[in-house]
């Protein structure tokens, strides 16, 4: 194992447009995979970490979205990155098992050794070169990239038990109502082709199921023996669950930073510690505020080359500045989302918000919130072409797009 003939494709589920509704308004203009998160969009972030695996063949993103939303952004990041990257189209939801398994030809097709799948609306350092050498050690048909939460969080997710010393994964439950452990799945999986016999397995099963049942046409009308289709297969409940403690699937626990991005309070959250990641990795990405016609830049912060900034504004830290922004003078930025063509007037302050694409800040304006990301209202959110005039405060508030703020509100959502 582990010679340089084997190769390695990555699979990205990226969900569909019904999917990310706890997103809105930000996924009301773009596909929330594609939203911008550190300046770039949300997935190019797990592409990036793919394109470090050793003998990575291809990228697919699998997804219910239409195929020209994904087509360009397909395109210029294939080029970028020079590494085959396709988007495949879901005809219905399969589940995360049965979306592999729908598409096993085309995923087959390079005849790789080892199948990545991770979530889009995941954020953590994704350490698969890693995965893959602990993978190789255990022997087992998958890998699950877990990690140590606190107690109260952890019936969010998917608890899971692992063996000490042989890190097998002894017992998987999802979303449990009483505790059964701190470890939990991250949404990040890399597994041998066995899986595709593993899912099969369910289907088939499933039908039998179904055959069986019709046997009685009292029963199967009752709404507990009512099964899900056979084609619809959850990696969670169907495959990790059952086939736990079976030496099947085995865990790689991350001690990094690691978060679901469901809301756009948590984008925000999420593109502070991509930034930061940023200082690590990539520090060219990353502006520096050396020289006299600059901003001051304080932390982590993103302004894009075609973005203009005013030498006496005061960046960051935390800050993400998107394409043909315009920063005026005196203008405070923290700890924000700027979206294309935003437009910030003089002395207008941002804290813990996004601003969404072609709005404009009045002068001496303040748009800000406490910073909660886990709060529905702990980050303020203005959709698109909203126009905030000069001298109005927008607090802890959600605005919809194409809305003008001519008074000030606090915990509000201005539909």
């Not at 932390?299 to 006496?312: D, L, R």
Request: some cysteine; proline content about 6%.
């Amino acid at each position: 194992m582990g010679g340089s003939e084997e190769r390695v494709v990555a699979v990205i589920m990226v969900g569909g447009p019904t999917k990310g509704t706890r997103f809105r308004p930000l996924s009301l203009n773009t596909p929330k995979p594609l939203f911008p998160l550190a300046g770039q969009p949300m997935v190019n972030h797990p592409i990036s970490a793919c394109k470090k695996i050793p003998n990575l063949a291809q990228i697919y993103l699998i997804g219910l979205y239409e195929e020209r939303d994904f087509a360009l952004f397909v395109s210029s990041i294939s080029n970028e990155l020079r590494v085959p990257v396709r988007y495949l189209k879901e005809d219905k939801p399969h589940g995360s098992a049965g979306g592999l398994y729908n598409f096993r030809d085309q995923i087959m097709e390079e005849s790789p050794s080892h199948i990545f799948l991770l979530n889009c609306d995941v954020c953590c350092s994704f350490p698969l070169a890693e995965m893959l050498v602990v993978h190789r050690s255990y022997g087992g048909m998958g890998t699950i990239l877990v990690i140590k939460v606190s107690p109260e969080s952890a019936s969010q997710f998917g608890e899971l038990v692992a063996d000490p010393v042989t890190n097998e994964l002894l017992h998987y439950t999802e979303k449990p109502e009483t505790f059964v452990s701190d470890r939990i799945n991250c949404g990040v999986y890399l597994f041998t082709p066995d899986i595709f016999t593993a899912v099969q397995d369910v289907s088939s099963q499933r039908k039998d199921r179904a055959t069986l049942r019709r046997i009685s046409s009292f029963e199967a009308l009752q709404p507990a023996n009512r099964s899900l289709p056979s084609d619809f297969v959850r990696l969670d409940q169907d495959i990790l669950s059952p086939l736990a403690g079976k030496k099947q699937f085995y865990v790689y626990e991350t001690t990094d930073y690691w978060e679901q991005i469901k809301t756009p309070g948590m984008s925000l959250k999420c593109s502070g510690l991509y930034l930061a990641q940023f200082r690590h990795t990539s520090p060219h990405l990353l502006a520096s505020g050396e020289g006299m016609k600059t901003a001051a830049i304080s932390g982590n912060v993103y302004i894009h080359p075609s973005a203009k900034v005013h030498p006496t504004a005061k960046i960051g830290p935390s800050a993400s500045i998107s394409a043909n922004a315009r920063i005026g003078a005196g203008v405070r930025l923290v700890n924000c989302i700027i979206l294309d063509d935003v437009e910030i007037k003089e002395n207008a302050v941002v804290i813990h918000a996004i601003v969404g694409w072609k709005s404009s800040i009045g002068r001496w304006s303040r748009v800000q919130a406490s910073g909660d990301h886990n709060a529905k209202l702990g980050v303020t959110i203005l959709g698109e072409s909203v126009m905030v005039e000069d001298e109005v405060v927008v607090i802890n508030s959600i605005v919809l797009p194409n809305k003008t703020m001519n008074v000030s509100v606090q915990e509000e959502i201005i539909l």
